[in-house]
């Protein structure tokens, strides 16, 4: 259930107003060197180069992927951000930090836009996104609240945006390498724990599997999963310059998505791509309908949470064309559910020590799966 909210943090003004820089001559050079080596700096931020900052600016209007520093305000439901590294590092009121301005799609978390000015605003993901909330789960509290002190901006006065440091060139896809794609039906299916799974049994199996997750909100967790899993390379949307996909134009969304397919397809003989959210969040609906980015698909992976959620998701995909093959996810943990989802699509369903065996997990990217729950 999603909560509309209003809500409100007490700044202490004696401290507030004077973190803040009222326009960009204010602070340049050294002095704002030292002001962003001493901030902790988001995930999000990750793949910046800090030595192109040379002012802060509060006369511009933020937009998506902008980068600003920000003071903490209050402490909500982050207290901890999400470094370049992966440490979660604690925060306190008055700490500065580096973050990302992005949209934010959660039906578990937060519904969140980025905001028209510079006012105080939320942090509505440990991974580093500043937002304005619209809405929230019930079960979330408040988010953090911060006051933005001014945006980053480099020679000229430009803006810094995460979309200038993207490390993906557009390329080809491997054709010798098999795409395999895992979607599900909602937030919390189980697509990062099938796609892991599946990279490990495809990695012991002896194949060479490259992993990405093409859309969601700047976090590190998912491509580390992929990367203890077994893959020899793994990437996703921070990589091609964006903070969060939600909102990014379906367009550009594409390229990028097909990009990242093309990067970690190089040498490898399987690429195991992952799409956040559900089925009818609106990047993930829009690319999976994409004739390009569909052709691009050998085989899909539907992640369900239950039976009723396996039996629709696989119509849905079954009705645009999408080459489905297998369930999984949080389903195939319960037998009596597995039992449903393979009665309700006629797939088979695949629990993860099924998906993790060395034997059956090549079978589904080449050929014939042979799981327990089909036969």
Request: a negative charge; hydrophobic letters at 45%; aromatic letters at 4%.
């Amino acid at each position: 259930m999603f909560v509309e909210t209003n809500h409100h943090f007490q700044a202490d003004a004696s401290t507030s107003s004077a973190n803040l820089v009222p326009d960009a001559e204010r602070m340049a050079g050294s002095a704002i060197e030292r002001r962003l080596a001493a901030a902790r700096r988001a995930f999000t931020t990750r793949n910046v180069s800090f030595a192109d900052v040379r002012s802060l600016d509060r006369s511009s209007a933020p937009t998506a992927g902008d980068l600003v520093l920000a003071r903490v305000v209050a402490i909500g439901q982050h207290p901890r951000l999400e470094s370049p590294a992966g440490r979660r590092e604690a925060l306190y009121p008055g700490d500065e930090i580096v973050v990302v301005y992005g949209n934010r799609y959660a039906p578990d978390q937060f519904d969140a836009v980025v905001p028209e000015t510079l006012d105080p605003c939320d942090l509505v993901a440990g991974g580093g996104i500043a937002a304005i909330m619209k809405a929230k789960h019930h079960k979330m509290k408040n988010p953090t609240r911060i006051e933005p002190i001014g945006l980053l901006a480099g020679e000229g006065d430009m803006i810094l945006n995460v979309s200038s440091y993207s490390k993906i060139a557009a390329t080809q896809i491997n054709p010798l390498c098999k795409v395999i794609v895992i979607v599900g039906t909602s937030m919390n299916a189980g697509k990062t724990t099938t796609a892991a799974t599946l990279i490990h049994g495809l990695n012991r199996a002896g194949l060479k599997v490259g992993a990405a997750k093409v859309t969601g909100t700047g976090s590190g967790g998912d491509i580390w999963s992929m990367v203890d899993a077994g893959a020899r390379v793994a990437l996703d949307f921070t990589d091609a310059g964006h903070g969060t996909t939600a909102g990014v134009p379906i367009p550009q969304l594409i390229e990028d998505s097909l990009n990242l397919i093309a990067a970690v397809s190089q040498g490898n003989d399987v690429a195991v791509i992952e799409v956040a959210d559900g089925l009818f969040q609106t990047e993930t609906s829009a690319l999976l309908q994409e004739p390009r980015f569909a052709g691009a698909i050998d085989k899909v992976i539907l992640a369900a949470g239950d039976a009723m959620g396996a039996a629709f998701g696989y119509q849905w995909l079954a009705a645009k064309g999408l080459p489905i093959s297998l369930i999984a996810g949080c389903v195939g943990s319960s037998p009596l559910g597995l039992r449903e989802a393979a009665c309700a699509t006629g797939l088979p369903v695949a629990t993860l020590s099924e998906l993790g065996d060395p034997q059956i997990a090549p079978r589904f990217c080449f050929g014939e799966t042979l799981l327990a729950s089909a036969a």
